[in-house]
């Protein structure tokens, strides 16, 4: 069935705070324009099964959420843009990438601490291992603990004294009103975050396309820009959305010798080794209208430091 501008648009959402959130705001966007929606909660893998991320499998948060869009219980989904796998899948058309919040990661930490602030033996907790294997090459001699959960019950193993800290996503503590609660916000030169960090993908069905008119007028171009240079980038590593890969991309003001101004995408990625003990990086500098282009070429250049066989080697362990 073809949404209309006329219908009420259901939009699916995992059920966690964070979730609903994020969903909410897309709800709230599409109310003030005039169109009628109402938000949908469907249960996931990664919801049901707490186990470590990188072992129930890539699409843990979008495969439920794309069967609910498919078989019709809903109109669109709302993701977080970097869960959502990077093949191309012809069902389905990513008709919006809303305006980014903060894509850094952030440390919660006891007694108000920075990382430089963490005694050697400091356990740490963090879902990801591309946060893990970066906070093992900084060389402080953190003790890293899986961390899996909702944010409220992440936040309380700090509060609780269990773990001295935590590194998330700050864009989620922004998103729930607990940036109080950050004690660093960690720039990327200590650790790039995942491919689109911060960033919310609108999904529908592919010939919706009364519901991707609608939804296009929530797309931000320089979001859009960034994330496709990030998660192309990802795509070329053929890494999945667990993996030791990071990077961020971002539009900046340049001026050129006769002083005009113009605007350049920047990519910076790296692949990391699970341990800590070897780190690639690379960057790049391109334009907004050929982001995917940029991705492929940083991609390249990571391939041409070692990356795949960093990669490979991540493999052989897992």
Not at 158 to 170: F, H, K, N, P, Y
């Amino acid at each position: 069935m073809v949404t209309t501008r006329d219908t009420v648009i259901r939009i699916g959402t995992r059920g966690s705070l964070l979730a609903t959130t994020q969903a909410g705001t897309i709800r709230d966007a599409l109310l003030a324009a005039g169109h009628p929606c109402e938000l949908v909660i469907i249960s996931t893998e990664g919801d049901r099964n707490q186990g470590p991320i990188a072992d129930i499998g890539v699409g843990v948060f979008t495969a439920a959420l794309r069967d609910a869009v498919l078989d019709g219980r809903v109109d669109m989904a709302v993701h977080s843009c970097k869960d959502l796998p990077t093949a191309r899948d012809e069902r389905f058309v990513l008709a919006a990438t809303p305006r980014r919040e903060d894509p850094r990661d952030a440390l919660v930490a006891r007694d108000g601490m920075v990382l430089g602030e963490l005694p050697a033996g400091s356990t740490v907790g963090t879902s990801s291992l591309r946060r893990a294997a970066q906070l093992r090459a900084l060389g402080l001699g953190l003790e890293i603990r899986p961390l899996r959960g909702n944010l409220d019950t992440r936040l309380n193993r700090v509060t609780s004294g269990e773990l001295d800290a935590i590194v998330v996503a700050r864009a989620g503590l922004a998103r729930i009103g607990r940036l109080d609660e950050v004690t660093e916000t960690l720039d990327p030169v200590q650790m790039l975050p995942a491919p689109a960090q911060g960033a919310l993908a609108l999904e529908c069905r592919s010939g919706d396309t009364e519901l991707i008119a609608v939804l296009t007028e929530l797309d931000d171009a320089d979001t859009r820009a960034a994330v496709t240079a990030e998660r192309t980038l990802l795509a070329e590593l053929e890494a999945g959305c667990s993996a030791p890969v990071g990077a961020i991309a971002e539009v900046v003001e340049s001026i050129d010798e006769d002083g005009n101004v113009f605007e350049e995408l920047s990519l910076r990625g790296c692949v990391a080794t699970l341990d800590g003990s070897d780190m690639i990086r690379a960057s790049g500098i391109g334009t907004p209208d050929r982001a995917a282009e940029l991705g492929v070429s940083v991609a390249a250049e990571l391939f041409e430091l070692g990356a795949r066989e960093l990669l490979v080697e991540r493999g052989s362990k897992e």
